[in-house]
């Protein structure tokens, strides 16, 4: 008996089996689907895939919505935050949302430190970004989610976090903890205090 194991996009460790009628049905659910279009990423597809996320973030341009899908959804309490939207919520719920958001935003240039997950459809990897007035580290972390759409892989759902005080303080913000305000230009505005 065959088994299917398809993963959860943000946890990546849960798994579900389900059997299938024979072998003949379907070769592993890790490389085609019985209809012989893709079904899960390959490594090096992954690793595209998160090349693809930096770009979009960090190297925005129009055409790279092409990368991106019609059922596309982004999530981010540490953007919520930003921009007074309900936590736990969508931060980007469609397609069109994201892409306007990206044209009118700054680029923010960011790093990939490690792809530490890959499962079926979805890679999970962290990140860091430095830019603006106080060119502090912001790290991050990201869960990807793509859809095999028009012969290619597309950005289907992104879950982010990251640390949102150090990116606050690059966009030229403050923030007060325990009565002390930090701001982009402070000695210490890097460090919290415990």
């Not at 194991?5 to 024979?22: N, R």
């Not at 209809?35 to 996320?53: D, L, N, Q, R």
């Not at 309490?77 to 969508?90: C, E, K, R």
Request: charged fraction near 15%.
């Amino acid at each position: 008996m065959l088994f299917a194991l398809p993963c959860l996009a943000l946890a990546a460790l849960g798994v579900v089996a389900l059997p299938s009628k024979s072998d003949a049905d379907y070769t592993s659910v890790f490389h085609r689907t019985k209809g012989g279009s893709p079904k899960c990423m390959t490594h090096k597809e992954g690793v595209a895939a998160v090349e693809i996320y930096r770009k979009l973030i960090a190297e925005w341009k129009p055409e790279l919505a092409t990368h991106v899908s019609e059922s596309f959804v982004d999530y981010s309490d540490s953007i919520n935050t930003f921009v007074h939207q309900p936590l736990g919520g969508p931060t980007f719920p469609t397609k069109a949302i994201f892409v306007a958001s990206q044209n009118a935003q700054p680029h923010f240039p960011i790093t990939i430190l490690s792809i530490d997950s890959q499962k079926c459809n979805t890679v999970s990897f962290q990140w860091k970004a430095a830019f603006g007035q106080a060119n502090l580290p912001s790290k991050g972390l990201t869960a990807l989610q793509m859809v095999w759409e028009e012969n290619q892989w597309k950005v289907k759902r992104i879950d982010v976090e990251f640390n949102s005080l150090i990116w606050l303080l690059n966009m030229g913000g403050s923030y007060t903890w325990e009565g002390k305000t930090y701001t982009a230009t402070s000695p210490d505005a890097g460090v919290v205090p415990k």
